[in-house]
């Protein structure tokens, strides 16, 4: 589990909003040029909001498991296949809670990352997919 950190922001128009989980300025990354590789890894620093009370977990699709991960500020280097994110009720933290983390990108500079976020209580899974570097994706 990905430790919490507070760093409250307001919502902007390129955030992507997964139910309580948002990716502040995610939505424009693409077009962004990504830092330069360290042993094979490009670390896309994108950090997550979570609403109070909430708990998302969010698994890397296995098709691009081999070059994919999710970065988080006590794990490791290479990252995670899945991160569950949890928020304490809003009686504890009203603003909710912010994770500093991100996404690896291992031995490429672009590619279309399709996550599918499982918000707990719900049954519906919550599916994006994410362009990284030039990489257009739909």
């Not at 909001?49 to 290479?78: F, K, Q, Y």
Request: glycine share 10%; charged share 15%; proline share 9%.
């Amino acid at each position: 589990m990905s430790r919490p950190t507070e760093d409250p922001r307001p919502n902007q128009a390129d955030d992507l909003a997964l139910g309580p989980l948002l990716y502040p300025g995610l939505i424009d990354w693409y077009p962004q040029a990504l830092p330069d590789a360290v042993n094979g890894i490009i670390f896309a620093k994108i950090g997550a909001h979570l609403t109070p009370g909430a708990t998302v977990t969010v698994p890397i699709d296995p098709e691009v498991s081999n070059w994919a991960s999710i970065i988080t500020e006590a794990g490791p280097r290479a990252g995670y296949l899945s991160v569950t994110y949890k928020s304490c009720p809003a009686h504890q933290h009203p603003e909710g809670y912010w994770y500093v983390g991100g996404f690896a990108l291992r031995n490429q500079s672009s590619g279309c990352l399709a996550l599918n976020v499982q918000v707990h209580g719900e049954a519906t899974i919550r599916r994006t997919v994410i362009s990284f570097g030039d990489k257009v994706c739909t």
